[in-house]
């Protein structure tokens, strides 16, 4: 949490706290892809640390480009856990 140091003391969550994440990226290479099964949707999957993760592909743009054959991707997470789990992982861009 951010807080302005000159703001009074209030008991509540108000104007002055603001919540900063820290975003990580890193580059990953595609391993598979392929349709989620669920409507038009549309999965990655890379490998972090040894275990394998499936992330949301949403743009339709990018979605062709991994079809005919892209194999690299910058990956936007939260945090990662000890095993390579990463936490709200999204694709930033294909590089």
Do not use: C
């Amino acid at each position: 949490m951010v807080k302005d140091l000159d703001a009074p003391y209030v008991a509540r969550r108000g104007w002055a706290w603001t919540k900063a994440k820290t975003w990580q990226e890193r580059e990953f290479d595609i391993v598979a892809h392929g349709p989620s099964g669920i409507g038009d949707g549309y999965t990655i999957t890379i490998v972090n640390k040894g275990r394998e993760q499936i992330i949301s592909l949403g743009s339709y743009v990018m979605r062709e480009k991994v079809k005919r054959g892209h194999k690299h991707v910058e990956i936007k997470f939260l945090s990662e856990t000890e095993d390579g789990a990463m936490r709200f992982p999204s694709v930033r861009r294909l590089v």
